[in-house]
């Protein structure tokens, strides 16, 4: 079955999936806390909703599938999705990761589990050499994110997840800008991937929302713990919204995708933008491997504007585009990582990396790229 497809048959289709009776399409909020246990005398398959809900497995089922893994797990957050990820981690143990992965997963790791005593060393990723240097006697985990954001680096999926179990590591893989309809890491080796749904997934800036699937039961089991444990699961009105945003990705995330591909070339052509970020571009150099590791180039890009106030500017005068954190939804959003999503990077660090007051990320929604870029232009004299 081609994934056009496996996002709508994804044996949910009905609620006879889950012991309904009437054939409705689409699986039914069941808005509990909790499940009555009868006398007790048979063992039911809920009791507590924070422990697991009808719903939200439904969700979890068809992520796991559409990943190609064996669990999968729903969050409140992307960012519960990462952190509670990184919970079957110890006190002690070293993980490598990618030096421009999402700013809150960069905050994550480097105050609270560095607080609880996780050793962290941030590489950059695309550099297999300095990968493998990173590895300790004591690394337990490799965390990575392609494209990065903001600047759309790609990293050889298949290459460093071979450093990664070669050394025994567990390779974790943030999914978010590519989703399973562009990109699947565990069928490149990965051993969980998670996602921000509020992003593409759910598509519509309507829910934040966090998922994982793991490679394997066992590591599923151990994530589950986690996610019993740490508690930072999502409602099922949530769940329900994401289940419905995924049946539209492809459409969503093909036409989108198409929009930033024109987008990008229009904005490499522009007097005033000085580079441009985009995986799909001829020039990109991670083009090549990104294009064996992934169906797509995605509907994210970025680029530099010849000054900061330009870039502010831009941000003020755009119409059809949020001035907004977030992607992946169905309209256009531009950001300003410096004062948005990087932030919280202390700024010689953010330098470093590239993150200049000229950067401005789009996420190209579904209008038509003839009206974005002619915005786009007038925003930009
Ligand atoms: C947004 C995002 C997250 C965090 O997700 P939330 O739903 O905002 O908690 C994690 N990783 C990436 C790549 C993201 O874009």
């Keep these: ?10 044996g949910y289709e009905t609620d006879l999936a889950i012991g309904g009776v009437t054939g409705a399409l689409g699986v039914p909020v069941y808005q509990t806390s909790t499940f009555d246990q009868g006398d007790l005398s048979e063992h039911r398959e809920y009791d507590y909703a924070r422990s697991g809900n009808p ?18 797990y729903a969050f409140g957050s992307g960012i519960a999705a990462v952190s509670s990820a990184l919970g079957i981690l110890a006190g002690g143990d070293h993980i490598v990761a990618a030096e421009d992965i999402y700013g809150g997963s960069w905050r994550i790791l480097n105050t609270f589990y560095k607080r609880w005593g996780l050793e962290v060393t941030l590489v950059d990723t695309t550099d297999l050499d ?3 240097r990173a590895i300790k006697p004591n690394t337990k985990a490799m965390f990575l994110e392609t494209p990065s954001n903001p600047l759309l680096k790609i990293t050889d999926l298949a290459a460093a997840i071979k450093i990664a179990k070669d050394a025994g590591l567990i390779s974790i893989v943030d999914n978010t800008f590519m989703t399973p309809y562009l990109q699947r890491p565990i069928e490149l080796g990965a051993d969980i991937v998670v996602h921000s ?15 994982a699937v793991t490679r394997t039961k066992e590591l599923g089991s151990q994530l589950y713990r986690v ?12 769940t329900w919204l994401v289940m419905r945003g995924i049946k539209t990705l492809k459409v969503r995330l093909e036409a989108q995708q198409a929009g ?10 522009h007097k005033n933008v000085s580079d441009v970020f985009y995986p799909g571009l001829p020039d990109h150099p991670g083009r090549e491997i990104n294009a064996a590791q992934s169906s797509g180039a995605g509907a994210v890009l970025s680029f ?32 300003y990582p410096v004062r948005m999503s990087h932030a919280s990077i202390p700024e010689p660090e953010r330098l ?17 790229p003839e009206d974005l870029i002619e915005d786009f232009d007038q925003a930009l004299q």
């Excluded at 749904?197 to 998922?211: C, E, N, W």
């Excluded at 996610?227 to 949530?238: I, K, L, R, T, Y």
């Excluded at 502010?312 to 992946?328: D, E, N, P, Q």
């Design 1 to 10: 079955m081609k994934m056009g497809t496996q996002l709508i048959h994804n």
């Design 55 to 72: 719903t939200r497995k439904a969700l979890e089922d068809i992520i796991a599938a559409l990943e190609g893994g064996a669990k999968g």
């Design 130 to 132: 300095a990968v493998k």
């Design 197 to 211: 749904a509020t992003k593409f997934l759910g598509g519509h800036s309507d829910v934040i929302f966090g998922l």
């Design 227 to 238: 996610q019993n444990s740490f508690g930072a699961v999502p409602g099922p009105w949530d």
């Design 260 to 269: 930033a591909g024109l987008v990008a070339q229009w904005l490499k052509a």
């Design 304 to 335: 530099k504007t010849k000054s900061a106030e330009q870039a502010v500017r831009f941000l003020g005068k755009v119409k059809y585009a949020a001035a907004a954190v977030s992607l992946g939804g169905v309209e256009t959003i531009v950001s």
């Design 352 to 368: 470093r990396l590239g993150i200049t007051d000229t950067l401005i990320r789009i996420s190209v929604g579904l209008e038509d």
